[in-house]
Structures are given as structure tokens and as C-alpha cells.
């Protein structure tokens, strides 16, 4: 899990290449909508099952955050085992988590299905983790836990198994 480089921002021409692509796109699409009319069905059912899809899921997530309103790090971290995690690994895990998803988080929390994290944005997360708790994320193949990590407890581990930073350098991470 190495840091991703950092992306330039596009410039005017990147912007007017982007929107050339979207305008001609939308103009095929709407000339194919014009042009077959049997399109138009199929087109509009996709559009209604992308509407429902996102009224769902924006649904769910706002369940999810309204349950999970009073979770706090003293819930999360009681819901560890007793003294047997490094706190600051925990509490850098916790943080950052629901910083970043504007949720309560839990331990048996899988980071794609119940986070809906990409695994951009997840390495991402893991990287300002590693930083916040003092970990080294270099040689992180031969972490027993290396592409094991479905769940919060189990990124916990994850980080717990790579050797602790002893400097503050920014290099080792």
C-alpha cells in the first residue's frame, strides 16, 4: 500500500477536453433517443432504476447514521477486547474512519459493503492511519494480516502487525 502520487490539478484545456467529450456524448445519446423510439424505454427504465438505486442507498446510509448517532470512541473501543490493542493504532483507526464517513463506526464494520469505501479511498484512509498511529506501511507483504482486511478489527490488526515509526520522518511511511 504505497502512497498514490499526487494528481495535478487539469487545466483549461484538460476542462475543454472533458466537456467536449461530455457534450458529444449527451447529443449521441439524445440523438439515438430521437432517432429509435424503442430506445426511449430502455432509456428511461435505466434512468429509473439509477434514481431508485440512489434513493436507496442514500436511504440506507442515512438510517445507518441516525442508528448510529450516540457511537462513540469509548463504545468503539469497548467493543475491543480488553487491553490487548495498541490504543493509539485504535483510536488513529476510529478517528480517521468516521472523519471520513461522517458515521459511528464499529469493529465488525466490513470497509466496502457497510463503509461504501473504494479501495482508492480506503488506501488513502490507511495511509493517514499508519501516519496518525506511528506505523510503517513499508514491506506490508509479509504482515500476516495482507490481504486479509475486510473489517475495521481487522485493519486494526493489520496496522498492530507493522513495526512502529521511531523518528516523526514523513519517508517511512
Known sequence: MSPL?????????????LGALA???VGSALW?????PEIRW???AVVLLLAVGFFWSDRRWRRKKQERRSDSICTFARSL????????????????LSRDRGIGIRPTDRWKTDLAFDPEDFDECVVEIAKRSR???????????????????DLISFLEHQPKIESLSHNSV
Open 5 to 17: 502520487p499526487m494528481l495535478e490539478p487539469m487545466g483549461r484545456i484538460g476542462f475543454a477536453v
Open 23 to 25: 457534450l458529444a456524448f
Open 32 to 36: 439515438l433517443v430521437h432517432a429509435n
Open 42 to 44: 430502455i432509456v428511461g
Open 81 to 96: 477486547p480488553a487491553r490487548t490493542h495498541d490504543t493509539w493504532v485504535v483510536r488513529a483507526v476510529y478517528e480517521e
Open 135 to 153: 506505523r510503517s506501511l513499508a514491506n506490508n507483504e509479509g504482515n500476516p494480516w495482507y490481504g486479509r482486511v475486510r473489517t475495521v478489527a
